[in-house]
């Protein structure tokens, strides 16, 4: 078992930053692919990125490529998501997830572990 934690949310005026963090515990963290879906009210839960398991590779949804930065500590069992730019429209819950395996990762039903989201809401 992975238990994961997501901190870091809270209200933010558009144009603004937030940093999210996910703590993981239970598991060697560096043997998963960690990813961050985000799901808005009345909206399935969507895709955001995913960062391989030593960092090396990330994947972003077009519609936060070049706003939205993941990263990890392997050493603090940590993973990260920087937000910059943020638009109303990237007001949702955010979720951390882990995945067993080294390939894939753009879908909710291939992560085996998330956590329990943490609230980001960007006014215009």
């Known amino acids: 078992q992975v238990q994961l934690v997501e901190s870091g949310g809270g209200l933010v005026q558009a144009g603004g930053s937030l940093r999210l963090s996910c703590a993981a515990s239970g598991r060697t963290f560096s043997n998963y692919r960690m990813g961050w879906f985000r799901q808005a009210p009345g909206k399935e839960r969507e895709f955001v990125a995913w960062?391989?398991?030593?960092?090396?590779?990330?994947y972003y949804t077009d519609p936060v490529q070049g706003r939205f930065t993941i990263s990890r500590d392997n050493a603090k069992d940590t993973v990260y998501l920087q937000m910059n730019s943020l638009t109303p429209e990237d007001t949702a819950v955010y979720y951390c997830a882990a995945r067993k395996y080294i390939f894939g990762g753009v879908r909710a039903d291939e992560y085996d572990y998330w956590g329990q989201g943490t609230q980001v809401t960007v006014s215009s």
């Open positions: 960062i391989s398991r030593s960092g090396g590779s990330t």
